[in-house]
Nanobody
Framework: QVQLVESGGGLVQAGGSLQLSCAASGRTLITYAVGWFRQAPGKEREFVAS????????YYGDTVKGRFTISRDNGKNTAYLLMNGLKPEDTAAYFCAFSTATIAPTSERVYDYWGQGTQVTVSS
């Protein structure tokens, strides 16, 4: 069984940056594709970004493309989400997830393991 722990959330002003981390324990990260999702109050969970096991393939949601960067360090068993140019509409709980898929899935239904989430709040 693998556990995921997100960190790095917080309060930031619009235009600022944050980097989220997702640390894996129990099994090595290279076993999984990694995705980031977010959910704002009263809204459905939204795909943010995903990365394949080898980091060769990445996908981004349209609302974050060009501002966010997903990466991973398999040696450190940790995945990251660098968020630049943050906007108030980026405010949400952010979740990392692991999938045994060989690519970089964008659908949450393909992800098997989820972290507890970390809150990101962007003030205007």
């Amino acid at each position: 069984q693998v556990q995921l722990v997100e960190s790095g959330g917080g309060l930031v002003q619009a235009g600022g940056s944050l980097q989220l981390s997702c640390a894996a324990s129990g099994r090595t990260l290279i076993t999984y594709a990694v995705g980031w999702f977010r959910q704002a109050p009263g809204k459905e969970r939204e795909f943010v970004a995903s990365i394949s096991r080898s980091s060769r393939v990445t996908y981004y949601g349209d609302t974050v493309k060009g501002r966010f960067t997903i990466s991973r360090d398999n040696g450190k068993n940790t995945a990251y989400l660098l968020m630049n140019g943050l906007k108030p509409e980026d405010t949400a709980a952010y979740f990392c997830a692991f999938s045994t898929a060989t690519i970089a899935p964008t659908s949450e239904r393909v992800y098997d393991y989820w972290g507890q989430g970390t809150q990101v709040t962007v003030s205007s």
